[in-house]
């Protein structure tokens, strides 16, 4: 096996994703923050390593890959292949494929490019009630997910699981999910967030991020 480096920023949830899955792959990493408060996912350095500038980027044994699904799909598939995280089975690893996509293409989107980038980068302090209403239905959709099954692709926790909390555990400094209206994604979060590894790959990072997220004093459209 060769090295693998982390460049990462706890603050970033799909940073924390990564981490969830090499935790829970039990791989050995070095970790390499890289603080996009500080715009260092501009330097001339990282930007060789990933021409995006975001953070996660994966080196494993010098060669690159960015994007976490991406980067959760690799570390399943090149080191999991006797766990779940990853299913061999062609239709179980499509359902998963979806899972991803959903978080990157919406779930992702409503919350970094709709709400936290325009509050913490663009300085604006009013949320609109429409972007509320997208994490609504977020919630809505997770617990149709969660109708019939512990986790989020159906009975074995897989790399869908990583992706989606980290991203939720943003969602919920804005609108804290209901356990009367959303039983099942209450249990979920439980679920997740009470793996023997949850904690140390997740750090402080959603408490660092509510800290910026509340300096910003938003406040929300009535
Ligand atoms: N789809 C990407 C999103 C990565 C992303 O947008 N990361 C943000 C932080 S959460 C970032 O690095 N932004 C800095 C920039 O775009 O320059 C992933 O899952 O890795």
């Known amino acids: 096996m060769g ?12 940073s924390r994703a990564v981490k969830l899955t090499l935790a829970a792959l039990q791989l050995p990493y070095e970790y390499v923050i890289v603080n996009t408060f500080k715009k260092e996912q501009n330097s001339p350095e990282y930007l060789k390593k990933n021409p995006q500038h975001t953070v996660p980027t994966l080196e494993d044994d010098g060669r690159y890959i960015s994007d976490s699904h991406a980067i959760l799909a690799y570390l399943a598939k090149k080191y999991g292949k006797d766990s779940s995280l990853y299913p ?7 359902i998963v494929d979806q899972r991803l996509h959903y978080d990157s293409s919406t779930l992702f989107t409503s919350i970094w490019f709709g709400i936290t980038k325009p ?3 663009a300085g604006k302090t009013q949320i609109e009630k429409a972007k509320i209403a997208e994490l609504v ?11 019939s099954n512990n986790y989020i692709t159906g009975p074995d926790l ?6 989606i909390i980290t991203t939720i555990s943003a969602l919920m400094i804005l609108l804290v999910p209901d356990s009367s209206k959303y039983p099942k994604l209450n249990a979920w979060l439980k679920r997740i967030q009470e793996l023997p590894y949850y904690q ?6 959603a408490d660092e991020l509510e800290t910026v997220l509340k300096s910003t004093n938003f406040t929300i459209e009535s």
């Open 200 to 205: 140390e790959a997740t750090g402080s990072g």
């Open 119 to 121: 509050l913490v980068l």
């Open 88 to 94: 061999s089975d062609v239709f179980q690893s499509a």
């Open 158 to 163: 897989t790399i869908a699981d990583f992706s």
């Open 3 to 14: 090295k693998i480096i982390l460049y990462g920023f706890d603050i970033s949830p799909p």
């Open 137 to 147: 239905e977020a919630y809505d959709l997770l617990e149709t997910f969660l109708a």
